[in-house]
């Protein structure tokens, strides 16, 4: 069965700003089937992009499935790639795309390899399975793969039909589902040899899950009960029985498993700046004995049954009391006959009662230095839930619980649903008064980073490759990028950062030059111009740090400055000079 093995190092990167740790070990790929497992690339367009990543690839046995939606261009390139001995597969998602592929391939001169994509019975009822299915997005009925057959034998282009493709959905939750929809397609797969297919390649698409809240169930969305080994199993067992009894030879098996194998890839580290929690006002004696004198007869009332409540052990009627209480105190204030301190007073009576009797909410909200919209879009838009612990201070026991609210203006901007059907999380009491705690969130590689987008002008985390070594901690940092920067974010909203600058420049000559002294003179003038510029070269997060990621490269290699180069009213490049002391970003 194929295997793969990923290796995750652990860095702490000194960073304020988001950054998502790129971990790359080694992959080793072993069969133990006399089916063959080959490596396999898949693209969808743009094709051209594609055609560069792949270009001077040494294996021409390795796949490039061109999947998706196509156009005259995305079939032209992938029969050129053809031509550059590029193992290309057109995987026909329409009907109509193979009339362009005929087309094409004929006067290109190029005999292509084609497949195409099924609409499969089998349906997965997960959360993922709106892909599957007689009315799935992608796929050809049974009633259009006769009609391609028929047109590629009317065309004698039977032979190039080689490969058969299926995605049942993301997430799969069992291999008995899974090997439902496998034999299914092995069965369309032996069918389409009877008709005369020279085919080759079963193309088993996605659907490998990922154990994300570890409980290996399967009645959870982020969860699946079962391991590499067992899938594999599965998914060569059904094609194997469905072939023998239909005397078939045994295809070559390829899988497009982009969630299982790159989710391991990335960790996100970020910072959570500050906490907070619902702070309980002073308890003033007499400012409540003035509060209980200037109180409405209903407002007394409530207060009196409070009292007799509470003496008699009636607690959830001193709860009912309470809250009675507080509307109406509130009600008087909103029509201005109750000032604010008596306001103050009722909330300190209250909250007294919810803390004598166990019910107040202690949870904190730690607010963190990135935007969930930007680095963990999947958590907002579909509610999938990530794996999020503290990455450091673990030998000291959580003493706090907390959600996780992000820097955005957006109310949606928090995360206050975790692993285990938690609404908190526990964490650590910030020390210092905040700053320097840091979390990761893991396996967030697939799809998260080419999800976001610039949502309140918030761009990606810096970015950081980590790989494995041979060294004293294992691991190397062998690349380092920053995030866009606020020009870069400017930029992508149509706006034009170098004449922002500009403005702001003649502003501080206006308003600081000559006579105007209020600004400190000449040489602040300048530091303050440059300071200006520093801010539209900085990421647009917030920075408590003075050690922070910087584009300043030194053999290759990324490091950040112990002292901040922007506070010397000097140009960040100019301030990289070879006498300069430096030091890693990693522990």
């Not at 084609?114 to 599957?132: E, Q």
Request: a negative charge.
């Amino acid at each position: 069965m194929p295997t793969v093995a990923v290796c995750v190092d652990t860095a702490a990167v000194v960073s304020s700003p988001p950054v998502s740790v790129l971990a790359v070990g080694p992959t080793n790929t072993t069969t133990t089937t006399t089916t063959p497992v080959f490596p396999t690339t898949n693209w969808t367009p743009s094709m051209s992009s594609a055609l560069y990543k792949v270009d001077g690839w040494g294996s021409s046995d390795a796949l490039l499935i061109c999947n998706g939606f196509k156009d005259a261009e995305y079939i032209s390139l992938a029969l050129v790639a053809r031509k550059l001995a590029l193992n290309t597969v057109i995987v026909l998602e329409q009907e109509e795309e193979l009339d362009l592929v005929i087309q094409l391939s004929t006067s290109l001169g190029v005999r292509p390899v084609i497949g195409f994509r099924a609409k499969l019975r089998t349906k997965h009822s997960g959360h993922f399975g709106s892909t599957s299915g007689e009315k799935g997005k992608f796929g050809l009925t049974t009633t259009q793969i006769l009609r391609i057959v028929k047109k590629l034998q009317n065309a004698g282009m039977i032979d190039c039909l080689q490969l058969l493709h299926f995605h049942i959905g993301s997430q799969i939750p069992t291999t008995e589902l899974l090997a439902d929809g496998v034999s299914e397609a092995a069965q369309i797969y032996c069918e389409l040899v009877r008709l005369g297919a020279n085919m080759q390649v079963i193309d088993i698409g996605g659907g490998l899950g990922i154990d994300y809240d570890g409980s290996k169930s399967t009645d959870s969305d982020i969860s699946v009960a079962y391991d590499l080994e067992e899938y594999a199993l599965a998914v060569i067992r059904a094609i194997r029985d469905v072939c023998d009894r239909k005397s078939v030879k045994h295809p070559i098996v390829c899988s497009e498993s982009g969630r299982a194998i790159v989710s391991h890839h990335s960790i996100l580290i970020f910072e959570a700046v500050s906490a907070s929690m619902y702070d309980t006002p002073a308890k003033n004696p007499a400012l409540l004995q003035y509060f209980i004198e200037e109180l409405t007869e209903e407002a007394l009332a409530d207060y009196r049954n409070l009292t007799a409540a509470a003496i008699r052990g009636e607690y959830d009627t001193c709860l009912l009391y309470a809250d009675q209480l507080k509307q109406r105190c509130v009600e008087k204030f909103k029509e201005g006959t109750l000032g604010i301190e008596q306001l103050a007073a009722v909330d300190g009576l209250c909250d007294l009662v919810s803390e004598a009797l166990g019910v107040n909410d202690s949870v904190r909200t730690y607010h963190m230095n990135l935007s969930v919209f930007t680095s963990i879009p999947d958590f907002w838009g579909i509610g999938q839930l990530f794996p999020i612990i503290p990455i450091h201070r673990l030998d000291e026991k959580p003493a706090a619980r907390g959600i996780l609210s992000d820097l955005t203006c957006d109310s949606d901007g928090k995360i206050d649903k975790f692993i285990g059907g938690e609404s908190s999380l526990p964490l650590h009491e910030l020390e210092g008064g905040g700053g320097r705690y840091y979390l990761g969130m893991f396996l967030g590689g697939a799809y998260e980073e080419a999800l976001g987008g610039f949502h309140n002008l918030f761009g990606g985390p810096s970015v950081v490759r980590v790989s494995q070594s041979d060294g004293p901690h294992s691991f190397a940092v062998t690349r380092a990028v920053p995030g866009p920067s606020c020009s870069d974010v400017l930029r992508v909203m149509q706006h034009e950062p170098e004449l922002m600058f500009e403005t702001l420049k003649h502003r501080i000559e206006e308003y600081c030059g000559g006579d105007n002294n209020h600004c400190g003179g000449t040489n602040n003038n300048a530091a303050l111009a440059s300071s200006l510029a520093m801010s539209f070269h900085n990421m647009p997060y917030l920075s408590t740090s003075s050690c922070s990621l910087t584009a300043a490269i030194n053999n290759g290699l990324y490091y950040c400055a112990e002292e901040d180069v922007y506070n010397n009213g000097g140009d960040a490049a100019a301030a990289v000079g070879d006498d300069e002391q430096w030091s890693y970003c990693i522990a």
